[in-house]
């Protein structure tokens, strides 16, 4: 069964990669059901996919509605990649709800769990929304700082990588 999981996982990312986003939330949501369905001790494999269709369905515009239960994965998960997910997925929800001190706070939260693992495509994406946050909140040397992070962090990489736009 956790070949289906990781089966749809990569289905969903797929989809992403041809920017049919719909597909990707659908698919996600598949992986979640499948990943509930491993039984006991799977809690990261459900959170992974749950926090994949929230970065999603927020690139959508949507997932406000989702907070409380992203607030739960952050506080029960031990996995410092599901809570910097889960914290940055909480942030851009407030950002787009207008709460831009509960945003920033969040981001905050997740440059922390990124400082665990080592992983340039999430220091860059937390330090990029964290930069947009702080200068929002006329934070503006703490900007420049997660900015310059982002910048840093980014460097080297293959491709494109979507940093958060403002």
């Known amino acids: 069964m956790r070949t289906r999981f990781d089966e ?4 969903a990312r797929a ?14 949501e598949k992986a979640e059901s499948a990943a ?3 039984g006991e001790g799977v809690e990261d494999c459900v959170d992974l996919a749950f926090c994949s269709r929230c970065s999603v369905l927020i690139e959508l515009g949507q997932g406000a509605d989702l907070i409380p239960r992203l607030k739960e994965v952050l506080l029960r998960s031990r996995c410092p990649r ?6 940055y997925c ?12 509960r945003a920033y706070s969040y981001a905050r939260r997740s440059i ?20 947009i946050l702080a200068a929002r909140t006329s934070s503006f040397d703490e900007a420049e ?4 992070h982002a910048i840093e962090a980014h460097q080297g990489l293959d491709g494109y990588h979507r940093l958060t736009e403002a």
Do not use: H, W
């Open 15 to 28: 989809a992403l990669a041809r920017d049919d986003f719909q597909d990707a939330v659908v698919v996600y």
């Open 36 to 38: 509930r369905n491993l």
């Open 90 to 101: 909480t942030a851009v929800a407030y950002d787009i709800e207008g709460d831009c001190e």
């Open 112 to 131: 922390d769990f990124v400082g665990q693992f080592d992983d340039p495509v999430y220091a860059s994406r937390g330090a990029n929304l964290l930069g």
């Open 8 to 11: 749809l996982m990569d289905l």
């Open 145 to 148: 700082k997660a900015f310059r």
């Open 82 to 87: 599901i809570q910097f997910r889960a914290a």
